[in-house]
């Protein structure tokens, strides 16, 4: 896969001598991509300032925090897409005391995976991930695959 | 939404960027968030979410269909974990004692 044979897209970065904020290997072996990172990346590959690429991404995110505000999902091909859920209120529990506690009704948004992005993700497990993420089965994902 | 009105949020709030040059920003932010995703590297963006990879292992399934039992191979799978600021964006009312997990 071509893809994965690229450089770290932020090594523009680590060559100039910013120090990094994770405490993995340099490049490849790095397991946590931060937004200031995000934000480096994109300076470097798109030959802007990192206060520009910073404006940018921020303006990429509130774009989309914006929509799902206003209830609209998001697509984004090859990506994935954004929904808002609608959860209706429940009694819950508190569970030191075991005293039951209302939860309003609220909206959470939700991410469904692309197929291209699914493909490459799944591609990936030559590499590691990061060990506080196990595989403990414990998430309310749902696995449907359509 | 779409990319292209992301594109147009990029272009007509920053200034200075062409349609074209835009466009292709925003084309390499999600590039970017997607090689990074596929070379097993997760992404926390603060104040919007976390893009957590975890391995899945191989376990017995069924096809809903016709209920015929299947093996669903090992995989590596993308969750979002949305951030509690853009939990609480969607919830203006919900105050912070809600937002415990």
New interface residues.
């Given amino acids: ?1 071509r ?2 044979d ?1 450089r ?3 090594s523009f970065a680590v060559e100039s001598g910013k120090p990094r904020a994770g405490g993995g290997p340099l490049g ?1 072996g ?6 200031s990172e ?1 934000i480096d ?2 300076a470097g ?2 030959e ?1 300032t990192k206060a ?1 690429a910073e ?3 921020n ?7 914006q ?3 206003r209830n ?9 897409s ?1 929904t ?1 859920r609608p959860y209706k209120p429940y009694s819950g529990r508190n569970p030191r005391t075991g005293q039951p506690v209302p ?2 009704a ?6 469904k ?1 692309g197929k ?3 493909e ?11 060990g506080d ?1 196990d ?1 403990d ?1 414990d ?1 309310d ?1 749902d ?1 449907d695959d359509e | 939404m779409t990319k292209a009105e992301i594109v147009q949020a990029v272009y007509s709030r920053l200034g200075g960027f062409s349609k074209k040059e835009s466009a292709d920003l925003v084309d390499l932010v999600f590039e970017t968030m997607k090689e990074t995703l596929g070379r097993g590297e997760k992404i926390k963006i603060s104040g919007f979410g976390n893009f957590v990879l975890r391995d899945k292992r191989q376990r017995q399934g069924r096809n809903p269909q016709t209920g015929d039992p299947i093996l669903i191979t090992e995989r590596r799978v993308l969750n979002f974990k949305a951030s509690q600021i853009l939990k609480q964006a969607l919830n203006p009312r919900e105050t912070a004692s809600a937002a415990e997990e």
């Avoid at chain 1, 303006?59 to 925090?65: E, G, I, Y």
């Avoid at chain 1, 609220?106 to 991410?111: A, G, H, M, T």
């Fill in positions: 896969m893809l994965l690229r770290s897209p932020w490849w790095r397991w946590t991509m931060t937004k995000l990346a994109i590959r798109g802007l520009r404006l940018v991404v303006c990429v995110f509130d774009a989309m925090t929509a799902l505000q609209e999902g998001i697509e984004i091909r090859g990506f994935g954004f808002v939860v309003p609220k909206r959470l948004p939700f991410f995976v291209e992005l699914k490459l993700v799944n591609a990936s497990r030559a590499y590691a991930i990061s993420d595989d089965d998430d994902e696995t």
